[in-house]
């Protein structure tokens, strides 16, 4: 093949889908080893009314398969993003006809492979489950059962050979969560959870900081089940794993904002055109601050 602009964008964008390779590959990794891995939703010790931690029922099981077939599709639709936005740029710096030179050529790469990097870190942490939202299991959060919780379990006529979580299940079956001093009580996952969560039904678990509002357009940068990365994103500002999110949104507008200028020089002609440029970059750059700041809550 000819050593042109065409060969030097399909390399690129090679390179961006080789570097995106642990994303789409740790997903089905963690899948079959749960598979193989996961012990029966069962509790030996049969307690109808538990007092201690360990008398309580398993988590429910998360739909593993609708998870892993989220994140591969994410994992996906952000290599084919950051791919697109690499090849315009690599077609831009390998034209001896751009009006780039050998330092701009050099900057344009630097920029863009940073944001892939960033883009690709991101989703692996998040893929990863690290600084996960979820409200864990405590005694002080488990405990004490809210009265209609009590009640039912004393009333119902409980089979133990059906296993303790069906048990448990079929005895509060169709009871809401519960209102105490303790805040809301989540009857699936048994614990006093603290304002803000939300149980998520997909991961089901509560993730902590679920219920921060946004408005407009960046209502979406808010605590909600994200179908890209296969899991819950939470947490006002910058905590939790909200911010590992924000990374990933910040490298996407970045992306685009570097593609967008090489295209520009790709088409210059004139200093009119180049300042023209300067003045799109300079307003790309106040937006991605703006947009930074708007979701870090500041």
């Given amino acids: 093949?000819?050593?042109?602009?065409?060969?030097?964008?399909?390399?690129?964008?090679?390179?961006?889908?080789?570097?995106?390779?642990?994303?789409?590959?740790?997903?089905?990794?963690?899948?079959?080893l749960r598979r193989r891995r996961t012990p029966p939703n069962q509790q030996t010790t049969f307690e109808p009314l538990p007092t201690?931690?360990?008398?309580?029922?398993?988590?429910?099981?998360?739909?593993?398969?609708?998870?892993?077939?989220?994140?591969?599709?994410?994992?996906?639709?952000?290599?084919?993003i950051v791919a697109f936005f690499m090849g315009i740029i690599e077609a831009v710096v390998s034209d001896p006809t751009a009006a780039v030179g050998p330092y701009g050529r050099w900057w344009f790469q630097l920029v863009a492979w940073t944001e892939a990097i960033c883009a690709c870190f991101s989703l692996l942490v998040l893929q990863l489950g690290i600084a996960p939202p979820d409200v864990q299991r405590?005694?002080?959060?488990?405990?004490?059962?809210?009265?209609?919780?009590?009640?039912?379990?004393?009333?119902?006529?409980?089979?133990?050979?059906?296993?303790?979580?069906?048990?448990?299940?079929?005895?509060?079956?169709?009871?809401?969560?519960q209102k105490g001093s303790k805040g809301e009580y989540c009857v699936r996952c048994m614990l006093w959870r603290p304002p803000g969560s939300h149980h998520c039904s997909k991961c089901q678990v509560c993730a902590a900081e679920f219920d921060y509002a946004g408005t407009g357009a960046f209502a979406w940068a808010y605590g909600h089940h994200c179908v890209v990365t296969?899991?819950?994103?939470?947490?006002?500002?910058?905590?939790?794993?909200?911010?590992?999110?924000?990374?990933?949104?910040?490298?996407?507008?970045?992306?685009?904002?570097?593609?967008?200028?090489?295209a520009l020089f790709w088409l210059a002609e004139g200093a009119a055109v180049e300042l023209l440029i300067l003045a799109g970059s300079m307003v790309l750059g106040v937006a991605c601050v703006v947009a930074a700041v708007r979701w870090a809550g500041i």
Wanted: glycine share 8%; with cysteine.
């Fill in 52 to 80: 201690r931690l360990e008398h309580l029922p398993p988590l429910p099981l998360p739909n593993y398969q609708r998870l892993c077939t989220e994140q591969i599709l994410g994992a996906i639709f952000v290599a084919l």
């Fill in 138 to 177: 405590s005694h002080e959060r488990c405990f004490p059962l809210p009265e209609a919780v009590a009640s039912r379990l004393r009333s119902e006529n409980i089979d133990a050979s059906r296993g303790l979580p069906d048990a448990w299940a079929h005895a509060l079956h169709g009871l809401g969560n």
């Fill in 230 to 262: 296969g899991c819950c994103v939470a947490g006002g500002g910058f905590r939790r794993n909200m911010w590992v999110f924000k990374v990933i949104m910040l490298a996407w507008f970045a992306g685009a904002a570097t593609a967008l200028v090489a």
């Fill in 1 to 32: 093949m000819e050593d042109g602009p065409l060969s030097h964008v399909i390399a690129a964008e090679q390179r961006v889908l080789l570097l995106f390779a642990p994303a789409l590959l740790l997903p089905l990794a963690r899948f079959l």
